[in-house]
């Protein structure tokens, strides 16, 4: 199946354009959630200061790194200089005082995967889930966010992937699909390919940015503001990159084979990785390296039945978008596997 169905873009690709457009437009968080999500944080930080007046709070995932459409919740870390080795404990305590103040719903989930505090604020309608020092997190989301800087077509074609993700029910870790920084991973590997390509990477430039989180060195270029016009010379539009965007992952990847890694800019082998078989609950039947903790492969949540569903759907976007005469209904229908 792998290859021999590429196909060569629909001639009026363009008359997409616009629909999609207007679906970006209309997810784009309205500049008064920021506000909203800055009033909570304000509350947030009082609450914590208090009882541990050198801790910080971050915003990290989507309503930091500019991947948020309207509406999502928001994920905080808080982060002490030193290790936490009972995090129990930390977010037991985060809960009580919390629960002191007129937060809603306040509940510490000790036993997660990745353990939260759990919360919404009546005063803004916002939720949110605060972890403890994932920095990593925080960094990665300033990766992301800088790269969105560089191309307004990231922003755009990353919007429409996440929709239709979300729509299609193919953005749920736990059965087996995948994340949504996974996805924008996916669209920055995508562009970084393109030719003349759209964006660069940014972690193979001169490093401009270095921390060093858990053991890893998380270095890059981040004057991102040099790089404005970057991705000019590329003249597709938003239409022609969700067309390539599915036919590629449809048609064009080598699922047996390759990683994609936006670390490096390029594709490079499982061989290499040693992500040949299955370790434990770990596959890698879709590869997609964590541009930081490279031992880690997002699509490892991946199982043999969802790697069917994914393939089907990817299949399913490129044939709507090549045959339907009006294509964002159904694109973007709901569904549940
Ligand atoms: N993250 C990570 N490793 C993962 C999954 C997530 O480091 N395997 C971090 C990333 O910093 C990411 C954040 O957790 O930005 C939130 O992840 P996710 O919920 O997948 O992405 P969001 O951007 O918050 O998307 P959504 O709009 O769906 O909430
Ligand atoms: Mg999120």
């Known amino acids: 199946r792998m290859l021999k169905r590429q196909m060569a873009c629909r001639g009026d690709i363009h008359r997409l354009n616009a629909p999609l457009l207007a679906i970006y437009e209309s997810l784009i968080p309205p500049e008064e959630e920021r506000t909203k999500q800055k009033q909570l944080m304000?509350?947030?930080?009082?609450?914590?200061?208090?009882?541990?007046?050198?801790?910080?709070?971050?915003?990290?995932?989507?309503?930091?790194?500019?991947?948020?459409?309207?509406?999502?919740?928001?994920?905080?870390?808080?982060?002490?200089?030193?290790?936490?080795?009972?995090?129990?404990?930390?977010?037991?305590?985060?809960?009580?005082v919390l629960q002191s103040d007129n937060l809603q719903n306040v509940q510490a989930l000790t036993r997660a995967r990745v353990p939260i505090v759990?919360?919404?604020?009546?005063?803004?309608?916002?939720?949110?889930?605060?972890?403890?020092?994932?920095?990593?997190a925080?960094?990665?989301?300033?990766?992301?966010?800088?790269y969105a800087k560089i191309d307004v077509r990231l922003r755009q074609l990353a919007f429409i992937v996440k929709h239709w993700a979300k729509s299609r029910g193919v953005n749920e870790t736990y059965r087996g699909?995948?994340?949504?920084?996974?996805?924008?991973?996916?669209?920055?590997h995508f562009l970084q390919h393109r030719r003349p390509a759209i964006l660069?990477?940014?972690?193979?430039?001169?490093?401009?940015?270095?921390?060093?989180?858990?053991?890893?060195?998380c270095a890059y270029f981040d004057k991102v503001e040099q790089l404005?016009?970057?991705?000019?010379?590329?003249k597709e539009t938003v239409a022609q990159l969700v067309w390539g965007f599915f036919n590629y992952w449809a048609y064009g990847h080598d699922y047996a084979n390759s990683?994609?890694?936006?670390?490096?800019?390029?594709?490079?082998?499982?061989?290499?990785?040693?992500?040949?078989?299955?370790?434990?609950?770990?596959?890698?039947?879709?590869?997609?390296?964590?541009?930081?903790?490279?031992?880690?492969?997002?699509?490892?949540?991946?199982?043999?039945?969802?790697?069917?569903?994914?393939?089907?759907?990817?299949?399913?976007?490129?044939?709507?978008?090549?045959?339907?005469?009006?294509?964002?209904?159904?694109?973007?229908a709901p569904y549940v596997h």
């Open 228 to 234: 404005r016009n970057f991705g000019s010379p590329n």
């Open 118 to 136: 759990k919360l919404m604020d009546p005063a803004t309608g916002i939720s949110c889930d605060i972890c403890i020092n994932n920095v990593l």
């Open 42 to 96: 304000a509350l947030l930080e009082k609450l914590v200061c208090k009882e541990w007046p050198k801790a910080q709070l971050f915003l990290y995932g989507s309503c930091a790194n500019s991947f948020g459409v309207s509406k999502s919740d928001i994920d905080v870390c808080l982060a002490f200089n030193e290790d936490i080795s009972d995090k129990s404990e930390i977010l037991l305590k985060l809960a009580d």
């Open 200 to 217: 660069p990477c940014l972690q193979g430039m001169e490093k401009t940015y270095n921390v060093t989180v858990d053991n890893i060195e």
């Open 177 to 188: 699909t995948l994340s949504s920084y996974a996805y924008v991973l996916m669209c920055i």
């Open 138 to 146: 925080v960094v990665n989301t300033k990766l992301l966010r800088d």
């Open 259 to 332: 990683v994609i890694s936006v670390r490096t800019g390029s594709i490079i082998s499982k061989q290499e990785k040693d992500w040949t078989r299955r370790v434990g609950n770990d596959r890698h039947l879709i590869c997609i390296e964590d541009p930081f903790e490279i031992s880690h492969d997002l699509g490892r949540v991946v199982d043999k039945f969802s790697i069917r569903v994914l393939r089907e759907e990817f299949e399913r976007a490129a044939e709507i978008i090549q045959y339907d005469p009006n294509p964002c209904v159904r694109l973007f």
